[in-house]
Every structure is written in C-alpha cells, then in structure tokens.
C-alpha cells in the first residue's frame, strides 16, 4: 500500500451516505472502505453455496428505465448472495410507458416500503429526484451523461487488484467521454485516488470542460497511450446523440479504435478495459478484447462484489437507514 492508500486504510469506518448519486460524493477513505469491503466479499462467489444471511429481509428494488445487462443482472446477484429479496421492473414492463411519471412511479414503489432502489434512467440527476420523493435508499445505475458510480468503484478495484496501487498510474480512456457516464465516474474516481488520466478520442467526443475534473486533454490516442498503465475503451453512445457526431464507424475504428499495433505504445504489462457492451471493431479489435491483457471480464466478477459491498454499508453495514442525506 502505498501514498494515498497508506493514509486512509478506510478501515474500522461507517459509509457516510444513504444514497450513492456518484463518485463526486465520495472522499478516498469512502472509496477504500467499498473497496476493502468488496474484497472481502469476493470469495462468498468462488463457494459452492453462494449465499450469505446479512441482508435477509430487506427489500431491493431494480428500476431500469434504460436496457443494461451486466449492471441489473450484477446488483440482482449481489442482493440475492446477500440473501436479500430483489424485485426487477424494466422500462418496456412498467407504467412509464403508461405515462406515468418517475415521482408517481416513486411514490407507488415506496408505498409497498421497499430498502433500496437501484435507478437506471436516461436523464441526469433522476436519481437525485427519487431519493427527494421516496424513504428508500437509492443507488444510481446509471444517470444520463452524468455518472455510473458502481462501474468506477468497479473498475478501480479491477486496476488495484493488477496494479497494486491507483496513485502515480498512467490511466488513458479513449472514445465518447462526452456522453458517457462512465468515463465521469471514472475520472473522478481515478484522479481523486492519486491517478493521472489522459483523455483521446475525435473532437467532437471531448467536452472541453472536461479538464476540470482534472484530466489531461490529449491530441492523439498515440499520446494517451504511450506509457499507459491502463488502457480504457468505451462505446460510442449513439443512444445519447440527436445527430451523428462522427462521419463513420469504420473511420472510427482507424483513427481511434484500439488494436494490437495502438497497444505497443502503452507499458509492457498495460491492461485493456471496457465497460461493456464492446462494439468488436470499432473501438477494439477483437484479437485485443479477448487477449491476454484484457481484464474485462474481471472488471464483471468485480461488479457483483463491488455491489454486494455498496448493498451491505448501505442497507446492513450500519444501524438503520432513516433520514435523508449523507449520515
Ligand atoms: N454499460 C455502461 C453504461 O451503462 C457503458 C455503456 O453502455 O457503454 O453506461
């Protein structure tokens, strides 16, 4: 353990918060304390009986206004090895195709007094709306442009467990971080654990407020690549732009996407990243998503502990949950 971490062990403390709404909310000891606790849940998966008692009887509600495979499928089996009961409701299966609006749908959630909702939903800020109209807690999954903080506390847990520590790393994330939530996330977490992240990705894809999270701009991948420790791919995310904002796919894969020869550049023992879902060919060719520096895979496994962690300091980890706000 080195700089940061050594300072902040996140040890022998409660989590502060009822909601999670982002990584912004969370200072390095919050974040080394999911950490830790996700490591230490980790190995409930590689048992045979794959389940523990600590949140039996809580309610965990999965509200999905947005399609996602990994994050749902993840907090479900997290709730469940944890022995909570979980209730899943998609957009295509509930009242918001009624018209029904997310306060109403709010409020009828909270009548049947569920513990925690987990909130996807494509505008930024909803989870903020539903934790003002409901006693539950909420977890964001997803918000919008805005931040996808499981995924961050995910991803950094991927890269310590690789790396052996997050301060002093090269991070390069290539592609859409204009709309992508967890590039934000990513960020922000990186940066406040000590990294240093280099951005690429066409003009368009790069807000220039950006460099206020306190990441480098770069004007080329071969720049954000070049001794990277960590090498972060994301999807373009089409779902989130009126008009296109690049000429093509193909053009796209040339210039930006990440393949063998792109990979030389970044340090010997580099790791490849990606949310998911992988576009094969267009932001990486398929021969470096499956090959041997690829942790995406890992960055799933992590996923379900990484949840089972935020579901118990949230809901088991300390004494009640009443109240509004950071506790
Ligand atoms: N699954 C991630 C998200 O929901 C990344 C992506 O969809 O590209 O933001």
Redesign the pocket.
């Known amino acids: 353990m080195t700089g940061l971490m050594a300072e902040h062990t996140g040890q022998d403390q409660h989590f502060r918060h009822q909601h999670l709404f982002g990584i912004e909310q969370l200072s390095v000891s919050d974040i080394l304390l999911v950490l830790n606790t996700a490591r230490s849940f980790r190995d409930i998966s590689a048992r045979a009986i794959k389940k523990v008692p600590t949140l039996r009887g809580k309610t965990v509600v999965n509200l999905f206004f947005?399609p996602?495979t990994?994050?749902r499928l993840s907090f479900e089996i997290a709730a469940k090895r944890m022995s909570a009961d979980t209730f899943n409701i998609s957009s295509a299966g509930s009242s918001a195709v009624k018209g029904e609006t997310l306060i109403d749908t709010a409020k009828n959630i909270q009548a049947m007094k569920p513990d925690v909702v987990i909130l996807?939903h494509s505008s930024s800020g909803a989870p903020y709306l539903l934790a003002r109209n409901i006693e539950a807690a909420v977890i964001n999954?997803?918000d919008g442009a805005h931040e996808?903080p499981s995924?961050g506390l995910l991803d950094m847990m991927t890269v310590l467990d690789h790396k052996g520590r997050l301060d002093g790393l090269k991070i390069a994330i290539i592609g859409d971080i204009a709309h992508?939530?967890?590039a934000r996330s990513d960020i922000l977490g990186f940066v406040r654990m000590g990294s240093e992240v280099f951005l690429a990705g066409p003009q368009t894809f790069i807000p220039p407020e950006v460099s206020r999270l306190g990441a480098t701009v770069c004007g080329s991948v071969a720049e954000a690549v070049r001794d990277a420790d960590v090498v972060m791919t994301?999807?373009i995310?089409l779902e989130r732009q009126n008009d296109p904002l690049i000429p093509s796919l193909r053009e796209y894969a040339k210039f930006y996407g990440i393949n063998r020869k792109v990979l030389e550049l970044a340090r010997e023992d580099a790791i490849v990243m990606h949310?998911?879902?992988v576009n094969r060919g267009v932001e990486l060719s398929p021969d470096v998503a499956d090959g041997s520096r690829s942790v995406i895979l890992d960055q799933v496994t992590n996923g379900v502990a990484v949840r089972m962690a935020l579901l118990y300091l949230i809901l088991g980890g300390s004494k009640g949950n009443e109240g509004q706000g950071d506790r």
Request: hydrophobic share 15%; proline share 11%; no cysteine.
């Open positions: 947005e996602s990994r994050t996807r999954a997803g996808h995924q992508s939530r967890v994301l999807r995310q949310p998911g879902p």
